[in-house]
């Protein structure tokens, strides 16, 4: 394969990034080529099991072909036209994602973190909509995480992510305990919306509790407020269903997407239902990339082959046997303490030693990653075979076998 990254070698590139760019990444050293179905290739032609999916996005492997048919067509078309006029596909796709999950309306981002600041900005104009009173308050949860920007990060319970940006947007309250007693005791009129992740993903995949959601709805409904579902990880089929919160029987009233919406290219979207419908007027909200040509294409095609392969199913039973596999690793496993998660989404907490094993997996060619540090965090794609999560399974259960003997 010719290209230019073949023209590079990776302690050039090491140099030129450690020079120019903002030290923000810590980078583990995988210098990337290029990418086939579940696989990844680095610049000497070494070949890695992809386990995280580019965090949750590639979830239709690399270089679906029927994606890059999609993106070579579109490409040479229109890539991008502004959202002062119409293209063929933004409106499919609303039509399309309100279907798949009871909304009415969307609006599309360039981004996760951007699709939050959408609802955020909707939380409070419905709030002021409802009373001349002050409802402004959004909680959130602890251990969430929904993005960087003023906005997203008030709404991020970490607090090294916190700390040097304050002071950040107010009335926000965190909710510290997952239990329907404590989110009574937070909610009040002032409450305009309560913010979660169906399953925490940087948290480290918690799934939340089903009593806690249900009266999440049942309080937003109580207190006139917007339950916002955050599916930015943990939806688009992630977790063997659609959506997350359809494991809990609720239906938000907004939800925001991104991450695997166009698999791979950058797309994030916030969709609400009719109360909200009417929140934004022209001119209250905008972007210029959100929502182009060809970002939405792919995204129709992404929706197209979910549907057409049967992935959802897929992920399910993949995931049921991942999960089995990871459990039955645990009872042989003292490093092993809990085992969580849906479908393609999945936590194995192991503590401090999770960096340790993200490292040894990656240098046996398996992508993986730990969430804070001690939850080894799997997203692999959906396109992954039982073959695949055997050789998983086994080079884990070698690591840990060899980590425990040492001890
Ligand atoms: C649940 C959740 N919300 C929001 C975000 C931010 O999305 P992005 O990185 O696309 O801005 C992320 C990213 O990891 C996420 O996992």
Do not use: W
Not at 41 to 52: H, I, P, T
Not at 236 to 243: A, D, Q, V
């Amino acid at each position: 394969m010719e290209t230019a990254d073949m023209q590079l070698k990776p302690e050039e590139i090491q140099a030129l990034e450690e020079k120019y760019l903002f030290a923000t990444y810590k980078r583990s050293a995988l210098y990337c080529s290029h990418g086939s179905g579940p696989y990844l290739y680095d610049l000497s032609g070494k070949r890695y099991l992809d386990f995280l999916a580019g965090i949750s996005v590639n979830s239709l492997g690399y270089n679906h072909p029927r994606l890059v048919r999609v993106l070579v067509e579109q490409g040479q078309r229109l890539i991008h036209s502004s959202n002062l006029f119409y293209n063929p596909f933004q409106g499919l796709l609303a039509k399309r994602l309100t279907e798949i999950s009871g909304m009415s309306k969307a609006f599309f981002t360039n981004s996760g973190t951007e699709a939050i600041e959408a609802s955020l900005k909707i939380a409070r104009a419905y709030g002021h909509a409802q009373s001349s009173k002050d409802k402004s308050l959004i909680l959130a949860l602890t251990n969430s995480f929904h993005g960087r920007t003023l906005g997203a990060l008030s709404i991020t319970s970490q607090e090294q992510y916190q700390a040097p940006f304050r002071p950040l947007i107010p009335d926000v309250e965190f909710v510290g305990e997952f239990t329907p007693a404590a989110l009574e005791k937070a909610f009040s009129e002032r409450v305009c919306a309560l913010v979660i992740e169906p399953v925490q993903g940087e948290g480290g995949i918690v799934p939340l509790p089903a009593d806690f959601v249900r009266a999440a709805r049942e309080l937003c409904d109580r207190f006139n407020a917007l339950l916002i579902a955050d599916e930015i990880q943990c939806g688009l089929g992630r977790t063997g269903k659609y959506f997350a919160f359809e494991h809990y029987g609720i239906q938000p009233d907004v939800i925001t997407m991104a991450k695997s919406l166009a698999a791979g290219y950058p797309l994030g979207v916030m969709l609400g239902n009719a109360r909200v419908a009417d929140s934004f007027k022209p001119g209250d909200h905008g972007t210029t990339f959100g929502g182009g040509p060809l970002a939405c294409r792919l995204a129709l095609e992404v929706l197209d082959v979910i549907a057409q392969e049967g992935l959802i199913r897929k992920v399910d039973e993949l995931g049921n046997y991942l999960i089995a596999g990871l459990k039955a690793s645990a009872t042989r496993h003292r490093l092993i303490s809990e085992v969580r998660g849906k479908g393609l989404m999945i936590g194995v907490q192991i503590g401090s030693e999770a960096k340790d094993i993200v490292n040894r997996l990656l240098g046996k060619g398996i992508i993986t990653n730990a969430a804070h540090d001690t939850v080894l965090r799997l997203l692999p794609p959906f396109v992954i075979s039982k073959s695949n999560i055997d050789e998983f399974l086994n080079t884990l259960d070698g690591i840990l076998t060899e980590m425990e003997a040492t001890k």
